[in-house]
């Protein structure tokens, strides 16, 4: 049993506001063996110059120190390939550092980075990240992923990471899902959402316009999930700006406040005991004691069925900036979709939705940008980006990528990067004729969740627009 | 190239002794495009690391006697005094006192459930399971962790009983020496070199 204190349970009080000023990312895809990770990392940080109008070499003045974000050293067979990063960026010999939290990478880095920052040791910091997953064949890369489990009680197993989150959705698809077929079209759903919305990202790897029907009729990995229901592997870089106050506003006019909390829990999911639910500010006491009656065989928390890290990152971030009610208090978010159920459990571990009601954020047409059912738009839209299912996981890049698809909202700047036929051509790839512009009109507030595996870490990045803050934040 | 004389390893005076060969070395290949432009080269590895089980190692080794070994918390000053573990945690998550060792085999006969499980047909490289593999989350009465595994024969369900099997001739000394069975299979369907 978790039993936390006070001391742990504090809203964490930073010395200082940190600002986002500025982010870039590459091209994303399965394999890109003309390019070594560098040059992708470049391509990443040249964007983020070109953002706000300095060449690299200005932009590169700013910063003070520098955070790596890579995730598994066997795919790149590199150890300290942050060094080699480092010198092609041209920032020796400013203070760099490596970060590895699995799936939570990119937000991992995040977090460091914001902490330099809001600490007084940086006016400016570089969070930079990158994967490279075409380095091996696809079953030696499931045997390097599935070494991120225990090597020794899990990884003999199989060697196949899915099969350990596999049991996590099975739980869930029975006790909250029900085994329902209407729930199975519900997941499918969002792989189709996230598909499509991929279609009007020229960065995203797996664009498909797809149906409920082609992801039940697709290979099955894991009953109940399918292929079109997981995330993909990918290669790729991106990377964020934070600043101070004084350097932020002398970079950009226009940079937006970023906090970054972080959660974890235990490797194992076999070492997760029973313990109370951690309530958000739009929870109270009483309405979980009847979980286990509505949901039989989900009176264990967080069991096998929710990601108390992810809790644990809400709980600080919603504190930091002051927020209630996530659906209320944001107008975005982007979620780590690994799995469409593992979305799912996200909604409810976030609070976007109570503990088994999730599936109702996306029959609501909550989660869309344009509410199927009213044709209003959705009321907290989320993976604009299409997400992991359809624009990448190149998992040192992922919770930057998601940061930087938020903040371009909130600067009323994401068509502008999304519809710009140079960048379709440079990618080579082809913009569709029906491309539909995602500018979640009026955006204030956003958030991004990047989560690791079976939640061994997750962090939260909430981004605010200086003019609307929202009172009561720590 | 030859692969003879794979490395072993002995432990002599508390330091690793080790004979044999350790990693192979093959010759790097080009890897060229359709128009014969080189755009990188394969590297290949084959290496053999050298692990230490530490505390663990009495699980490990008891699982060729056919025993399951847990452990417990036996600090009364502890929060959570008491709580029995499987996965062998060597020490306490709460007060980090040594934990005792428990021998949980009894009970996993008796009082052993799926708490959830999943079937799949894919498997990453090094893989020795058969597929599908049948992933089972084991729960037991009165232990607060919930034991992965897989199950050798049937198809799993949540709530079904299970009983452990263990493989006592050949053991590999790793996790694939303890498997899962429906309750009531009898000893003669049990797979080769396995026992209850
Ligand atoms: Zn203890």
Sequence with gaps: MIKFSKQQLKIPQMSKPVYLVTGGMSKFDRAIPEKRTEELVIDAFLEAAEFIKKSPEELKKYIHSCYYGHFADHFGDQLLGEAVIHDRLGLDPLGNVGIKTGGATGGSTIWEAYKAVASGYSDTALAMGWERMDEVPTDEGNHYIASAADKDWETPMGHIYTGYYAVMAQKYWQVFGKEEESFRRTLAEIAVKNKGYARMNPHAQSPMKITVEDVLNSPIVAHPLRALDCCLMSVGASCVILADEKTAYEMTDNPLLLYTSAGSHTLRVADRRDMAIPLLPNESPDQYKDLGVRFPGGDRYPGFTGFLAARMAAYYAYGMAGIVDPTEDLDLVELHDAFTISDIQTYEDIGIRPYGEGRTYVESGDCYHTNPFTGQPGKLPANLSGGLIGCMHAVGATGIMQVIEVAQHIWGRWSEMHADEAKWKRFNRVKPDDWTDLQVKGAKRGMAISHAGVGSHVTATVLVHPDHQLKGRG | ?196
């Excluded at chain 2, 014969?36 to 699980?59: C, Q, R, S, V, W």
């Excluded at chain 2, 079937?119 to 990453?124: F, L, M, Q, Y």
């Design chain 2, 1 to 196: 190239m030859t692969t003879q004389n794979r490395g072993t390893v002995k432990v002599e005076n508390g330091r690793y002794r080790v004979t044999g060969n350790f990693h192979y070395a093959y010759p790097n290949e080009p890897i060229r495009d359709e128009s014969g432009k080189l755009l990188g080269i394969t590297n290949p590895a084959d290496m053999t690391h050298i692990h230490a089980y530490g505390g663990e190692a009495p699980f490990f080794e008891n699982l060729s006697n056919a025993k399951l070994l847990g452990t417990k918390c036996a600090n009364p000053k502890c929060e959570t005094y008491g709580s029995v573990y499987i996965p062998y945690r060597i020490h306490c998550p709460d007060c980090l006192m040594r934990n005792e060792e428990v021998d949980l085999t009894e009970l996993a006969r008796k009082g052993a459930s799926v708490h959830t499980f999943m079937i799949t047909e894919r498997t990453g490289a090094f893989n020795t399971l058969e597929k599908p593999i049948r992933f089972v989350n084991v729960e037991f009465e009165g232990v607060s962790t919930i034991l992965m595994g897989y199950l050798s024969i049937g198809e799993p369900k949540i709530g079904m009983k299970v009983v452990p099997i263990f493989q006592t001739k050949n053991p590999t000394f790793t996790i694939m020496d303890l498997s899962w069975v429906p309750a009531g299979t009898s000893a003669a369907d049990l797979p080769e070199g396995f026992a209850f």
